[in-house]
């Protein structure tokens, strides 16, 4: 079955840039979305279509996607940015995939 | 505005059975794809199937064939989550999602804590 491999966490400073990495076979060849997921909420989109952001998500957020990693990076991070991050892929034979989740922590 | 309205939460006995639903507005229910996704408490999010309200098309995720049927029934443009006989190991919260015909969550339900014990 596809696997995506992200790191358990991820620390940055106030202000300063954080990158997210998700890794896959081929990765690359796929669409990758990514979501934020705050404790007691339910999961954002923030990127979809490896560089896309929806309607209402701050510019800061932005994706790549190339090769084995699609990477997720938020410039200027704030204090709100504090949550975890999923990747997620589409695989013919098991549908939907999510990574581990990482979790962002701003300090 | 497109919403996802899930039922709410559960508390119930191992062997016990459970339906959970989840209702959409604000869009053509009947041409996307409802998708089920579990998180168990402090871990990750999970996939569990898909379903296509039109025809009831249903795919699921290999870890949870036979373990739930998922189901939905587009003339109250609801979709289901159900459980024969529940475990304790079934104690999670479970959202919807709705998916694209680009194979992406775009708006997700409020979550159901379905709590297990024995």
């Known amino acids: 079955s596809y696997e995506l491999t992200q790191p358990p966490s991820v620390s940055v400073s106030p202000g300063q840039t954080a990158s997210i990495t998700c890794s896959g076979d081929?990765?690359?060849?796929?669409?990758v979305s990514w979501f934020q997921h705050r404790p007691g909420q339910s999961p954002v989109l923030v990127i979809y279509?490896?560089?896309k952001r929806p309607s209402g998500i701050p510019e800061r957020f932005s994706g790549s996607n190339s090769g084995n990693t699609a990477t997720l990076t938020i410039s200027g991070t704030q204090a709100m940015d504090e949550a975890d991050y999923y990747c997620?892929?589409?695989?013919?034979?098991?549908?939907?995939?999510f990574g581990g989740g990482a979790k962002l922590t701003v300090l | 505005e497109v919403q996802l309205v899930q039922s709410g939460a559960e508390v119930k006995k191992t062997g016990e059975s459970l339906k959970i639903s989840c209702k959409g507005s604000?869009?053509?229910?009947?041409?996307?794809?409802i998708g089920w996704v579990r998180q168990m408490p402090g871990k990750g999010l999970e996939f569990m199937g898909i379903?296509?309200?039109?025809?009831?098309?249903?795919r699921y995720s290999p870890s949870f064939q036979g373990q739930v049927t998922i189901s939905a029934d587009k003339s109250i443009a609801t979709a289901y989550l159900q459980w024969s006989s529940l475990e304790a190991s079934d104690t999670a919260m479970y959202y919807c999602?709705?998916?694209?015909?680009?194979?992406?969550?775009?708006?997700w339900g409020q979550g159901t804590l379905v709590n297990v014990s024995s």
């Open positions: 604000g869009y053509r229910f009947t041409t996307y794809w």
């Open positions: 081929k990765l690359g060849d796929k669409d």
């Open positions: 279509q490896d560089t």
């Open positions: 999602a709705r998916l694209t015909g680009d194979n992406y969550f775009d708006f």
């Open positions: 997620q892929a589409w695989d013919s034979n098991t549908y939907v995939v």
């Open positions: 379903i296509y309200p039109d025809d009831s098309d249903t």
